[in-house]
């Protein structure tokens, strides 16, 4: 199964039944990578890593806005079995600017409101709002 599907689905299924936490096992950094980004722009609270070695694992601290959740939804767009690259000219609002999208760049993970003003495309992960 594709892990970045499998952490997502987590994060859905924890709001889904309003849990502030969810432990994602097992580490990568890829995983890290895009929850550090949610937090950046304001989707999660707070991403920890915790452990050493084999047992590694990620703490991800929930937002939810009168308490309903902050991610009302996320869809993985690039899957195992079809990989979605675009151009940058391609590279379209997600929900009118409301939510974003997560694209892997040459130079890194970054949302497609970045990756617009630095001119990069990339292999689009995910779409979030």
Known sequence: MDPIADMLNSINNTQAIAKSQVVISPFSKLK???LQLLKKENFILDVKKKGKGIEKKIIVDLKYNDGSPAISKIR???KPGRR???PVKKIKKVKSGYGIAII???SGLTTNKEAKKRKLGGEVICELW
């Open 32 to 34: 890290f990578e895009i």
């Open 84 to 86: 979605v690259y675009l």
């Open 76 to 78: 993985k767009i690039s």
């Open 104 to 106: 892997s760049t040459s």
